[in-house]
């Protein structure tokens, strides 16, 4: 246009009697723009009528590159200060949107070179758009007005032209106005009215994806001193998007956003307010500063959590974070309302306000019922020793209670908790009872330090009061027996990834008594745990222990120790074990059939004890009495160094002595026993069935 304008120039005046004229300019420029070979034909003398082709035209602020354009202009306007083609028709063999046929009005600036164009019937795709441009040594000005456009022609159309977008592939369709305004290569103003329909789109990484998503969006941006505000809308009420590792279903959860700020010019966003509206999920509003140029782009926060309502918060924003955990699948409702802060990119306090919350896993492994309470934590740290804990903390109060519950399924009774949390420490600030199955964990104090490192410490001092031990296995999926678990947790304590016990740990199982002294535990929890114990018992009931394990009938007690303990990665290393029949038992001494049998098997008599049994009278009786029983091991470098109560005649040694008519020994003749080959001996007894005595 402005081609056709300096030729009209160049010929025009009073009393011309030409009728065409015709000229070639090599190479001509405007405020931001370039042509080159232009050739123009006019004709005259009525209604001055132009033809102009242009074989390249540029605008190289924009990486704008037209070829072979031809405009058409029936009438040319002239007047002092431009010359304006009204009804023009233009077409371009190749442009960043492929070969164009447009109509429109053309204006060129005769004074300051400028150019105004008003563009209709672009097609994009199978789309369409109307195009208003204007360039100027002020600055340049375009509004674009899209009807239903394709988007992957306008991501095509993006990188011809060398704008900045993600690499993916898309389907879908973008409506709206585009209006953008700035001076040589920078952007001034912007204002974006646009509905995206039915997008479809991924990434080669996998990390997003849409469906069907529709949205709309709104904004503006202009200066603002060296920077430039902007305020931001979003809506969507349709499809799904996935942004690793979240996905929202809109359509189930609309969401409504926006933002207003700065975006500074060192690239980073000062987001003044937000606001997030996102329907039965979370409403949420706050402040923030993001710098995409950080290794942490989210530098700073200040969320004012409004409303987080479950399930729909778990579905969103907490499930795809746990598909790899035992936390999947979890039931929730309830919701949560508070304020979180960040500050330098890393979280700064948190306070949290939880309502008639619940949760549960489908597998007992963790259930809580109507959780509520406030929870507050602060970046500060709490550098007091473990000997002051009964001192004032500086920290906010916190309380925590629940219904009842389930914890690796062992049922939880009704608890309130009373704490502080700062930094990576955690202190309970009261004696607090946790009710399990038909007894409790009274905790005289809990405290946590360092948590989330390598360095993580904690110390507990605790009253286990009496539990059911038929339950707990229940629970475990043990064998069943009787009896109940009790006694005091004194110093249990974590330093140096060693887990001890300053106390020895009481419990009442099989009708008598068991303690656990000098627990040590090494790197508990890496690959390759180490643990250090001796254990005693006293007075347990013979008859309690063989039925809960399916060895065989025995009546009577037995007492014993295992002293040196030794397991590494939770397997027998070391230990010097003995088990017998206490001195002062004056209880009932019975044997069965099978449980001789399975005892003569442990000491390498098995055969001797089974023809035994099968000859004779002693095929007759299905139990018999003893005098007393016993056997001792001392596990060294997977050998186990077997013994009984006394020496028997040949080298053995009386692992049973019997008593009275009719009377059956049993004695061993191993001395050392390979112990993987024990255990697993010891493991087939406790599935057998037992002899068949004949």
């Not at 887990?499 to 199982?509: K, Y």
Request: with cysteine.
């Amino acid at each position: 246009m402005t081609l056709i304008a300096l030729a009209g120039l160049s010929i025009w005046g009073p009393g011309r009697a030409v009728e065409q004229v015709s000229f070639e300019v090599e190479r001509i420029a405007g405020a931001g723009w370039q042509a080159e070979g232009i050739v123009v034909q006019l004709m005259l003398p009525q209604r001055t009528a132009a033809v102009a082709t242009i074989a390249r035209l540029r605008v190289p602020q924009q990486k704008l590159d037209v070829r072979n354009v031809r405009v058409d202009c029936r009438a040319l306007d002239v007047t002092s200060s431009a010359i304006v083609c009204a009804d023009a028709r233009l077409h371009a063999d190749a442009s960043p949107v492929g070969a164009q046929s447009l109509t429109g009005r053309l204006t060129y600036g005769r004074t300051d070179g400028s150019i105004d164009m008003q563009l209709d019937g672009m097609r994009i795709g199978e789309g369409t758009a109307a195009l208003t441009a204007s360039s100027s040594d002020a600055g340049w000005n375009v509004k674009a007005t899209l009807h239903r456009v394709g988007m992957q022609p306008l991501m095509q159309l993006a990188t011809q032209l060398h704008l900045p977008t993600a690499q993916f592939e898309a389907q879908g369709m973008v409506s709206g106005s585009i209006s953008v305004r700035g001076a040589g290569d920078a952007l001034l103003f912007a204002d974006i009215d646009t509905k995206v329909e039915a997008l479809v789109a991924n990434n080669p990484e996998g990390t997003l994806a849409s469906d069907q998503f529709s949205f709309g969006m709104r904004a503006h941006l202009e200066p603002a001193g060296r920077d430039r505000s902007f305020n931001v809308r979003f809506e969507s009420a349709h499809g799904q998007a996935y942004a690793q590792p979240l996905f929202v279903d809109f359509g189930v959860h609309a969401m409504t956003a926006d933002a207003r700020g700065l975006w500074r010019s060192d690239g980073s966003l000062q987001i003044d307010q937000f606001h997030i509206d996102h329907d039965a999920v979370a409403q949420a509003q706050g402040t923030a500063l993001v710098d995409p140029a950080a290794e942490q782009p989210l530098r700073s926060l200040d969320l004012d959590l409004r409303n987080l309502k479950f399930p729909g918060a778990y579905d969103t924003y907490f499930q795809p974070m746990l598909l790899d955990t035992s936390f999947k699948a979890l039931k929730t409702s309830g919701a949560i309302a508070g304020r979180l802060a960040m500050r330098e990119g890393l979280p700064h306090s948190a306070e949290l306000h939880l309502r008639d919350v619940s949760v549960d896993d489908d597998s007992r492994n963790l259930i809580l019922r109507s959780v509520n309470g406030d929870w507050f934590w602060e970046d500060t740290e709490d550098d007091r020793s473990d000997d002051e804990v009964d001192e004032p903390v500086r920290s906010r109060e916190s309380t925590l209670s629940w219904q009842s519950g389930v914890l690796l399924n062992l049922d939880l009774g009704a608890t309130r908790l009373r704490f502080s949390t700062q930094g990576r420490q955690f202190r309970l600030l009261e004696p607090t009872k946790l009710p399990v199955f038909d007894g409790a964990v009274s905790l005289d104090s809990f405290r946590i330090r360092n948590a989330g490192l390598p360095t993580v410490a904690f110390m507990v001092d605790a009253d286990i009061e009496p539990i059911s031990v038929q339950q707990l296995c229940r629970a475990f999926g043990w064998p069943e027996f009787g009896g109940r678990i009790g006694g005091r947790i004194s110093k249990l304590r974590l330093r140096d990834n060693v887990i001890t016990l300053g106390t020895t740990l009481e419990a009442s199982v099989f009708d008598g008594h068991v303690s656990i002294s000098d627990l040590r535990l090494e790197q508990p929890f890496s690959n390759w745990p180490r643990l250090q114990s001796s254990i005693t018992l006293d007075n347990l009931d013979l008859n309690l222990v063989t039925s809960a394990f399916s060895f065989g009938s025995i009546t009577g007690r037995l007492s014993g120790y295992v002293h040196g303990l030794k397991l590494f990665n939770w397997q027998p290393a070391a230990f010097d074990a003995r088990l017998f029949t206490p001195a002062d038992d004056r209880s009932r001494h019975r044997i069965s059939q099978r449980a001789v049998q399975n005892i003569g098997n442990i000491g390498g008599g098995g055969a001797g004890v089974t023809a035994a049994l099968s000859s004779g009278v002693m095929r007759f009786f299905d139990d018999f009495n003893y005098d007393r029983l016993g056997i001792s091991c001392r596990l060294e470098n997977d050998v186990c160094i077997l013994d009984g109560i006394a020496p028997a005649p040949h080298g053995g040694y009386y692992l049973v002595k019997g008593r009275g008519l009719p009377r059956i020994d049993v004695i061993g003749g191993a001395h050392r026993v390979d112990w993987p080959r024990l255990v697993q001996q010891l493991i087939a007894i406790t599935e057998s069935n037992g002899p068949v005595v004949q």
